[in-house]
Nanobody, 114 residues
Framework: QVQVVESGGGLVQPGGSLRLSCAAAGNAFRNYAMGWYRQAPGKQREWVAGITVGGFPTYADSVKGRLTISRDNANNKVYLQMKSLEPEDTAVYSC????????WGPGAQVNVSS
């Protein structure tokens, strides 16, 4: 398992940008593919982006072209750069290994609203 803490959420207007960070504890981080997931109010958690150990990214169709995932193995961090945000992107964003373990961090709340 990899324990994580997410940060960087907030309130942003439609069309705006945010950068989320995920700090992972321990050296096991660099052995895992990592993913960002989100859970919107009243909906199930969904996967939105992933990155392999070597840095190859993949994205859900709904966010492709607007979200960019990256990782810094030296500092045990994963990032999610978000642009052109839409109200439908409002959710709690969490990072976890891929496939996800049962251990979730507190998440980062992202609210997209005018």
């Amino acid at each position: 398992q990899v324990q994580v803490v997410e940060s960087g959420g907030g309130l942003v207007q439609p069309g705006g940008s945010l950068r989320l960070s995920c700090a992972a504890a321990g050296n096991a981080f660099r052995n895992y593919a990592m993913g960002w997931y989100r859970q919107a109010p009243g909906k199930q958690r969904e996967w939105v982006a992933g990155i392999t150990v070597g840095g190859f990214p993949t994205y859900a169709d709904s966010v492709k072209g607007r979200l960019t995932i990256s990782r810094d193995n030296a500092n045990n961090k994963v990032y999610l750069q978000m642009k052109s945000l839409e109200p439908e992107d409002t959710a709690v964003y969490s990072c976890n290994i891929m496939p996800p373990s049962a251990s979730w961090g507190p998440g980062a709340q992202v609210n997209v609203s005018s």
